[in-house]
């Protein structure tokens, strides 16, 4: 699990510095903050509120501060507790912060990222969820619960200053409420953004054009299929990208008319093809009532099969878990890994066990493992269905493209994978983050993502990302600076870009600038790294141990086996090598075993 030590791990820690005489600047008017504090305290600690320390973006209002301890470090730091419309963000006293990015520092936490606030006093500890919650004390400490497995502890010091104390939680109570109810996370805009003149391309394809799309087709070698324009104007769905691949000898009619027999629009289509010739497609469930014509049901038989004789459909869901059951499990594991956990150490790992989070991730690995045999070993077409064809399908999609696809397992190949299978397919980010307020949230993407750190530790050579890489991918989801993560759709992300006029769906092609009042720029993504991340962050992003050129001979899968799964057992001996809590998962055949079958791991394949 990638997550643990997550506080140490990524986030380059700020830098000391002794407080210097000056001014404060203008923009944050501490004067003008009620109640008054006393001019020592606004010296050491305010000064280091400016826009350049602060890195405040654009938009950004201070809504309440008090000043406080942060609690449950060694040793706990003083400062000031702030409060924003889209951030709480603790400043401690006489630091100096190295990035020049907002949210991107352990002591930030986006609105949207704040899982559950709580405020404690000496007689009682009360749980604030709504702006109607009523808190009849003046907190000694707040617990702010991250959903990234974080907790801040800050405590507040009597002397005068307690209402400061109560406005400060009742202002993240707030800010934090109307946020999710008008789901106003338009982005932010970052301060190194306005430094470049001109349009920026984005490093990764958008897939927001045809041409984007056609390059990529060429890019697989997909020869037998191509760009269907049938969804531009998003009438067939607008949970569906305005591009994507179907046969060549599909009209764009036909498609029309098959995609209404699926769910939510969602027929049949390609999602990659493997070099030696084979097809992976993904679609939605039948509508159960639907009565097809002869013709439409020729056009769905024609797309399935991709000109293939042998198709084979895989129910997704088949022996994999339902959203609750990772939703259950993601909520045992968060509270499992948190600081204040009390869970003893010797009970941690049965624990970890009874979360059921890895048997969830070994399920995904094992059903990736036989999809990818499928698509490997002989040349068929292999069709991904699910219901809503936007969680799972794209999960084991992205994971077959991993074990098959060297490629997928470089640092822009994997980007350009979840911006095409997660990000224009659909995958309803929002939603599954809870911050939409609908009960069908899970994070399916951090459980992509842990998937994806297993293949990292096991094959450690064949992938050119590291695990910190994975980390910051995972913030990304929770930081309002861009549109990449903050909608459930294409359509939506259009939308709030001002791409397309949201009442007639006609989409703009071309366009450019966001409209007025919206302080984001739409021609920013997660993938401009550098606008988010200083250079030494970035360089962390690759793996040391990377080597194209390795390569096994018996790699290619022979027959359907499985990974090697993460268990518990013979975990401890794992842990002391590595020194840290878990960096490796026992395999389910041992070394020894392998040795003597002559047949090193056929996991991942090398395309030569």
Same mark, same amino acid.
């Given at each position: 699990m990638?997550w643990?030590g997550?506080?140490?791990?990524?986030?380059?820690?700020?830098?000391?510095?002794?407080?210097?005489?000056g001014?404060?600047?203008?923009?944050?008017n501490?004067?003008s903050?009620?109640?008054?504090v006393?001019?020592?305290?606004v010296?050491t600690?305010?000064?280091?509120?400016? !826009? *350049?320390n602060?890195?405040s973006?654009v938009g950004?209002q201070?809504?309440? =501060?008090?000043?406080g301890v942060r609690k449950?470090?060694?040793?706990?730091?003083?400062?000031?507790?702030?409060? /924003? $419309?889209?951030?709480?963000?603790?400043?401690?006293?006489g630091?100096q912060?190295?990035?020049?990015?907002?949210?991107?520092?352990?002591y930030? @936490?986006a609105?949207?990222?704040?899982?559950?606030?709580e405020?404690?006093?000496?007689l009682?500890?009360?749980q604030?969820h709504?702006?109607?919650?009523?808190?009849?004390?003046?907190?000694?400490e707040?617990?702010?619960?991250?959903r990234?497995?974080?907790?801040?502890?800050v405590?507040?010091?009597?002397?005068?200053?307690?209402?400061?104390?109560?406005?400060?939680?009742?202002?993240?109570v707030?800010?934090?409420?109307?946020?999710?109810? +008008?789901?106003?996370?338009?982005?932010?805009?970052?301060?190194k953004?306005g430094?470049?003149?001109?349009?920026?391309?984005?490093?990764?394809?958008?897939l927001? /054009?045809?041409?984007?799309?056609?390059t990529e087709?060429?890019?697989?070698g997909a020869?037998?299929?191509?760009?269907?324009?049938?969804?531009?104007?998003f009438?067939v769905a607008?949970s569906?990208?305005?591009?994507?691949?179907?046969?060549?000898?599909?009209l764009d009619?036909?498609?029309?008319?098959?995609?209404g027999? &699926?769910?939510?629009?969602?027929?049949?289509?390609?999602?990659?093809?493997?070099?030696?010739g084979?097809?992976?497609?993904r679609c939605?469930?039948?509508?159960?009532a639907?009565d097809?014509?002869?013709?439409?049901?020729?056009?769905?038989e024609?797309?399935?099969?991709?000109?293939?004789?042998d198709?084979?459909?895989?129910?997704?869901?088949?022996?994999l878990?339902s959203?609750?059951?990772?939703?259950l499990?993601?909520?045992?594991?968060?509270a499992?890994?948190?600081?204040?956990?009390?869970?003893?150490?010797?009970?941690?790992?049965?624990?970890?066990?009874g979360?059921? =989070?890895?048997?969830?991730?070994?399920s995904?690995l094992?059903?990736?493992s036989?999809?990818s045999?499928?698509?490997?070993?002989?040349?068929?077409?292999?069709?991904?269905?699910?219901?809503?064809?936007?969680?799972?399908?794209?999960?084991l999609?992205?994971?077959?493209q991993l074990l098959?696809a %060297?490629?997928?397992?470089?640092?822009?190949?994997?980007q350009?994978?979840?911006?095409?299978?997660?990000?224009?397919?659909?995958?309803p @980010?929002?939603?599954?983050?809870?911050?939409t307020?609908?009960?069908?949230?899970a994070?399916?993407?951090l459980?992509?993502?842990?998937?994806?750190?297993?293949?990292?530790?096991? &094959?450690?050579?064949?992938?050119?990302?590291s695990e910190f890489?994975?980390?910051?991918l995972?913030?990304s989801?929770?930081?309002?600076? /861009?549109? #990449?993560?903050?909608?459930d $759709?294409?359509?939506?992300?259009?939308?709030?870009?001002?791409q397309?006029n949201?009442? /007639?769906?006609v989409? #703009?092609?071309?366009?450019? *600038?966001? %409209?007025?009042?919206?302080s984001? $720029?739409?021609?920013?993504?997660?993938?401009? =790294?550098?606008?988010?991340y200083? $250079?030494?962050?970035?360089?962390?992003?690759h793996? %040391? !141990?990377?080597?194209?050129?390795h390569?096994?001979?018996?790699?290619?899968?022979?027959q359907q086996? !499985?990974?090697?799964?993460? +268990?518990?057992?013979?975990?401890?001996?794992?842990?002391?090598?590595?020194?840290?809590?878990?960096?490796?998962?026992t395999?389910?055949?041992?070394?020894?075993?392998?040795?003597?079958k002559?047949?090193p791991? %056929?996991?991942?394949s090398q395309?030569r």
């Amino acid at each position: 699990m990638w997550w643990g030590g997550r506080g140490q791990s990524f986030n380059i820690a700020p830098q000391k510095e002794e407080p210097e005489m000056g001014e404060l600047e203008e923009d944050l008017n501490l004067s003008s903050l009620d109640p008054p504090v006393s001019e020592e305290w606004v010296y050491t600690c305010g000064q280091h509120w400016n !826009g *350049h320390n602060l890195a405040s973006p654009v938009g950004e209002q201070i809504l309440a =501060w008090a000043p406080g301890v942060r609690k449950g470090l060694e040793p706990e730091l003083p400062g000031t507790l702030i409060c /924003t $419309n889209l951030r709480v963000t603790f400043q401690p006293c006489g630091w100096q912060r190295r990035q020049e990015t907002p949210l991107s520092s352990d002591y930030d @936490f986006a609105l949207v990222n704040i899982g559950q606030l709580e405020a404690v006093s000496s007689l009682s500890r009360v749980q604030l969820h709504r702006p109607g919650s009523l808190l009849k004390f003046i907190p000694e400490e707040i617990l702010i619960h991250g959903r990234d497995f974080r907790l801040l502890r800050v405590g507040f010091e009597a002397g005068g200053l307690e209402p400061q104390a109560f406005q400060v939680t009742m202002a993240i109570v707030q800010a934090r409420a109307q946020s999710s109810q +008008t789901q106003q996370y338009s982005g932010i805009t970052l301060s190194k953004a306005g430094q470049s003149s001109g349009s920026r391309k984005s490093p990764i394809p958008l897939l927001e /054009t045809p041409e984007d799309w056609e390059t990529e087709r060429k890019k697989q070698g997909a020869n037998s299929w191509r760009v269907s324009l049938v969804n531009e104007r998003f009438d067939v769905a607008t949970s569906l990208p305005r591009y994507f691949w179907v046969p060549n000898r599909t009209l764009d009619s036909e498609v029309r008319r098959a995609f209404g027999h &699926f769910h939510q629009g969602r027929g049949p289509r390609l999602s990659w093809h493997h070099p030696g010739g084979s097809d992976l497609l993904r679609c939605g469930g039948f509508y159960t009532a639907s009565d097809p014509n002869k013709e439409d049901i020729r056009s769905v038989e024609s797309m399935l099969q991709a000109g293939h004789s042998d198709v084979v459909l895989v129910d997704t869901m088949d022996e994999l878990p339902s959203l609750a059951d990772v939703q259950l499990a993601h909520l045992r594991l968060r509270a499992l890994c948190l600081p204040d956990s009390s869970v003893s150490e010797d009970k941690w790992l049965s624990a970890l066990e009874g979360t059921r =989070w890895l048997d969830y991730v070994r399920s995904c690995l094992r059903k990736a493992s036989d999809i990818s045999v499928l698509v490997t070993s002989r040349v068929r077409s292999v069709v991904l269905q699910e219901r809503g064809d936007r969680d799972f399908n794209g999960l084991l999609s992205s994971l077959v493209q991993l074990l098959s696809a %060297p490629e997928a397992r470089t640092l822009l190949g994997f980007q350009s994978l979840v911006q095409r299978e997660w990000v224009a397919a659909g995958h309803p @980010f929002l939603t599954r983050l809870g911050v939409t307020g609908v009960s069908e949230k899970a994070p399916v993407f951090l459980l992509f993502l842990d998937c994806v750190w297993q293949l990292l530790q096991q &094959f450690p050579a064949e992938f050119e990302f590291s695990e910190f890489f994975l980390l910051a991918l995972h913030d990304s989801v929770r930081v309002p600076d /861009t549109l #990449t993560f903050l909608r459930d $759709n294409p359509w939506e992300r259009g939308k709030q870009s001002g791409q397309f006029n949201s009442y /007639t769906q006609v989409y #703009t092609p071309g366009y450019s *600038h966001p %409209p007025a009042g919206n302080s984001i $720029n739409s021609q920013l993504s997660v993938w401009d =790294w550098d606008l988010r991340y200083s $250079n030494e962050q970035i360089l962390q992003f690759h793996n %040391p !141990g990377y080597d194209p050129e390795h390569c096994q001979d018996s790699w290619l899968p022979r027959q359907q086996r !499985g990974l090697s799964a993460p +268990t518990i057992t013979g975990l401890q001996d794992e842990l002391s090598r590595l020194q840290e809590l878990i960096k490796k998962w026992t395999p389910r055949t041992s070394p020894e075993d392998r040795s003597q079958k002559g047949d090193p791991n %056929p996991i991942l394949s090398q395309s030569r």
